[in-house]
């Protein structure tokens, strides 16, 4: 059992950075079981980025080079470093426990332009 609490969302320019944070509570905190998805109006839910069982990390082609994820088990927290932020790239981003299929509430980012 764990629950997702995101933060760190907002309102920013083109080429603007964001760092988006998930802190989980309630069970062990595992990083390899974390991932960032995002869902644009109208669109389905993507996976924007997420550890693998092989301890690296999967970007999503549209923003390879751009966002970095990390962890920090300490304070049972991943985020999302978001850089050189496009309108396209304005959703509500969500973080993910895929053990359990746990979704956090969503922050929303909104790249403006």
């Known amino acids: 059992q764990v629950q997702l609490v995101e933060s760190g969302g907002g309102l920013v320019q083109p080429g603007g950075s964001l760092r988006l944070s998930c802190a989980a509570s309630?069970?062990?905190?595992?990083?390899?079981?974390m991932g960032w998805y995002r869902q644009a109006p109208g669109k389905q839910r993507e996976l924007v980025a997420r550890?693998?069982?092989?301890?690296?990390?999967y970007y999503a082609d549209s923003v390879k080079g751009r966002f970095t994820i990390s962890g920090d088990s300490a304070k049972n927290t991943v985020y999302l470093q978001m850089n050189s932020l496009k309108p396209q790239d304005t959703a509500v981003y969500y973080c993910?426990?895929?053990?359990?299929?746990?979704w956090g509430q969503g922050t929303q980012v909104t790249v403006s332009s």
């Open positions: 993910h426990e895929r053990y359990t299929e746990t």
């Open positions: 550890f693998t069982n092989g301890g690296r990390v």
């Open positions: 309630g069970s062990i905190f595992s990083a390899s079981a």
